[in-house]
């Protein structure tokens, strides 16, 4: 029942708006807010922008055809949002590699810094907070949503520098946080506990049978001890049992071992981490996660597409070079793949006690630092969103007017019941959260 129901219905029977908090608990009622369905949200980043005439519809509405770049996603065409002329209006310190990547989330400026990039004023790390640490704090905050991690942050083949270029999440401001690009790492985040917990129950295993074979060997007053013994690692036992029931809704994924975190491994480093995301939200472990290949002026070398040529460098040809437009767009195309493979692992997982898939609950956005790669221009910034579970309606392209990104993000955050007025820069979110209903 929403607010204005409630007030009416005080006023109905003259009760005291004291008394509503007594009176929602009562069933019969009908004053106790509906539970929410469970929202999880995806951020899912590629580098150094795309290839325009290969990446944008050229309709709008429902009728709009997937070009190349998108053309992975048709599978999931009635869910897919395709947002142009979005536009990062964030300026000051830093090239727009720097701004790209770090105010692209943040939707403020870098601060001041001592970082040189390919501009006339160096930078530091960005401003503000990100919409993912927003809502994820936002979802912290309330017991019905909270989880243990609240948000993850993957990374595939991301390199340890930690500078503006190599980060887009923020819990503050001049708070980066760092994409774990390691799956194995990620896997001991999210299961080191279980593995704990596997290793003592082995131990438990053995304890058990010595404590059997030296039952004959002790007297009647050790006996008593060694019962009690066996006791407790029966009480141990079962303590393990009731963890792993409570905790994982469903068992850890088998990682393919000895797989290096080098670039030409990044397919299948990519693949592991996908698993691990779309486990932890089948076990509630978070409700936002990042994905986040390589970085902004990301130097891949794609060989895995027959492509030796880094990734950085090739976006900076011009579009007379045919031959890296066609490279480009290859490179492109095959970020979407991965996309569309996360889009399709979620379509395929139920939702854990609940109805539909864990893709009818979640949201996932494709984004860019850039929109494109030779020019560095900050306009018309790539955006795909994918899913439900955020009241869009999906099945479409839309194309805007210049609309400063920081109004997407807003609408993000409001599609969570988080009510913003602002986010970012206050004078970038006129016109208040971008209507996608």
């Given at each position: 029942m929403n607010a204005l129901h409630r007030r009416a219905f005080l006023k109905r029977f003259g009760l005291s708006a004291a008394s509503l908090p007594f009176l929602t608990g009562l069933p019969s009622l009908g004053l106790a807010s509906p539970a929410r369905p469970r929202q999880r949200l995806v951020i899912l980043f590629s580098p150094n922008g795309t290839i325009p005439p290969a990446f944008?519809?050229?309709?709008?509405?429902?009728?709009?055809?997937?070009?190349?770049?998108?053309?992975?996603?048709?599978?999931?065409?009635?869910?897919?949002?395709?947002?142009?002329?979005?536009?990062?209006?964030?300026?000051?310190?830093?090239?727009?590699?720097?701004?790209?990547?770090?105010?692209?989330?943040?939707?403020?400026?870098?601060l001041p810094g001592n970082i040189q990039g390919g501009s006339h004023t160096p930078a530091g790390w960005a401003g503000g907070i990100s919409i993912d640490q927003e809502i994820r704090n936002f979802l912290q905050s309330r017991e019905e949503t909270r989880t243990r991690f609240g948000s993850?942050?993957?990374?595939?083949?991301?390199?340890?520098?930690?500078?503006?270029?190599?980060?887009?999440?923020?819990?503050?401001?001049?708070?980066?946080?760092?994409?774990?690009?390691?799956?194995?790492?990620?896997?001991?985040?999210?299961?080191?506990?279980?593995?704990?917990?596997?290793?003592l129950r082995s131990v438990l295993d053995v304890v058990r049978e010595d404590l059997r074979k030296v039952r004959r060997l002790v007297s009647a007053e050790d006996l008593a001890l060694i019962e009690s013994h066996t006791s407790l690692v029966r009480e141990l036992e079962r303590e393990i049992a009731r963890q792993r029931e409570e905790k994982l809704a469903a068992p850890p994924p088998h990682l393919e071992e000895g797989v290096a975190d080098q670039n030409d491994n990044v397919p299948r480093l990519s693949r592991m981490q996908i698993e691990l995301l779309v486990n932890a939200f089948v076990n509630d472990m978070a409700r936002v996660a990042t994905l986040q290949y390589t970085k902004s002026v990301g130097q891949a070398r794609m060989k895995w597409l027959g492509i030796n040529d880094t990734h950085h460098t090739l976006s900076h040809e011009p579009d007379k070079n045919s031959d890296a437009v066609e490279k480009l767009v290859k490179i492109n195309t095959w970020f979407a793949g991965e996309m569309a493979h996360l889009l399709r692992r979620l379509a395929e997982t139920p939702e854990p006690g609940g109805e539909g898939t864990l893709l009818d609950h979640t949201l996932v956005v494709w984004t860019n630092e850039l929109g494109k790669g030779n020019n560095h221009t900050l306009n018309d910034i790539p955006f795909v969103l994918a899913g439900g579970g955020f009241g869009f309606r999906m099945g479409r392209a839309r194309h805007f007017n210049r609309v400063a990104h920081n109004r997407l993000l807003l609408a993000m955050a409001h599609a969570v019941g988080h009510r913003l007025d602002t986010f970012g820069k206050p004078e970038l979110c006129d016109g208040g959260p971008l209507a996608l209903g």
């Open positions: 944008w519809p050229d309709t709008e509405g429902e009728a709009f055809e997937l070009k190349e770049i998108l053309r992975p996603l048709e599978p999931f065409r009635d869910r897919l949002l395709v947002l142009h002329g979005l536009c990062n209006k964030v300026r000051g310190d830093g090239d727009n590699h720097m701004r790209g990547m770090s105010c692209l989330l943040t939707g403020t400026e870098l993850l942050e993957f990374g595939v083949g991301v390199t340890d520098r930690a500078d503006p270029w190599t980060r887009m999440s923020y819990a503050g401001p001049n708070q980066p946080v760092a994409p774990i690009s390691d799956p194995y790492q990620m896997y001991r985040k999210l299961y080191g506990r279980q593995q704990d917990r596997e290793h």
